[in-house]
């Protein structure tokens, strides 16, 4: 590991923000929970991007000051937030319509694995799990024109999350585009995955000591 | 004249039977009509299987019907919230049923039911633990599952505004599965926080109109608690 001693990770704040710069204006953008909740804070309110909380919540801003926390705001990780100016509340089925139909520019998912063929894995960590709760992530996967993952680029224990074909139960197949984690940013390629870019210090053989998918530079 | 108010919970709720499969709207405690389903608690049915987005939090409202041990199966998308203790211990004992849906296909499954759609294909869950043992077809390349409608006996419904017709309005992310559900079954029970007369709901902005609830009663509670 002494290749990385000059390569600092990004942490989650750090991996969202790279995402977010590569969010243009006016996409509408599903986040799932977790990292990806924490893109909207580095996307600047001048660029205006709509984003979309599956319980029906259009054009989602930041979260309230305490004074103004209202119980019947909530996203999809059912935190309190605000409405933007110009946003809208629609039941589940014409949210799940936007989202199944097509309309999402962009959906950001945290993963356990992704796949060089763009499998992701996100909902439960074996076939047996006990009570497994999927939410709107199948329809997510299925159903964004882009589906970005955001995720540590191994485990804790240094296992590789970016594999040749995941071991966890599918959330969907062939979907994922781009994968952002916190050493580099890949696209997933007919070819498998391409490394975009990698934090400063970062080799590309350091890289794939960490990944077991083969890797190879973006053309 | 159309009057569709009952005096209580407990009146609305009065002739659920045994083995319903009953439609609790609400994502999280928000738009959660937890009165209809303390007054269901009160009624000691039995076997009943509920569709319902979270699988309950707390020990209130869903959470007490499971854990009186009135509820066979939960069809849900998201069972596992923070303070879902009862669900997971009732399905670690396999005391309770549990089927879950991708959230998406819950609600289209229950639009295909109000709508009098038998079936449909989509892409979610194709190739998934999920998609198991469902008809596969691929359209335009695609894999796509089938999917059955989903119907309820009886539709437990939160709204904001009320009217003697039936007419509702919801409030904010409260409004969720309620005008889904409020299709989808036979019997389509109300609370709303506030009744207003009839003629007084501007038009434009009636979400459910009344044609498809049944009975309401005002249970003005506030604010939900979220957790």
Known sequence: MDMLVEAAPLDRHGMARRLAADIPEGWVVNLGIGIPTLV???VPPEREVIFQAENGVIGVGPAPP???????LINAGKQMVTLRPGGSFVSQSDSFALIRGGHLDLCVLGAFEVAENGDIANWAISSNEKAPAVGGAMDLAAGAKRLWAIMEHTTKDGRPRLVKRCSYPLTALGVVSRVYTNLAVLDVTPEGFAVRDMIPGMTL??????????LRPAA | MIDKFVASALEAVADVRDGATVLIGGFGQVGTPNHLIEALCE?????LTVVSNNAGTGTHGLARLMAEGRVRKVICS???????????ELYREGRIELEVVPQGTMAERMRAAGAGIPAFWTPTAAGTQLGEGKEVRAFGGRACVLEHALKGDVALIEAWEADRWGNLTYRMSGRNFNPVMAMAADLTIVQTQHRVELGELDPERVVTPGVFVDRVVHIPYGKPRLW
């Open chain 1, 66 to 72: 305490p004074e103004e926390e209202d119980p019947w």
């Open chain 1, 40 to 42: 909207s804070d580095h």
């Open chain 2, 43 to 47: 009624r000691g049915l039995r076997d």
């Open chain 1, 205 to 214: 053989e350091a890289l794939q000591a960490r990944t077991e998918a083969k």
């Open chain 2, 78 to 88: 998201y069972p596992r919230s923070r303070g879902s203790v009862v669900l997971e």
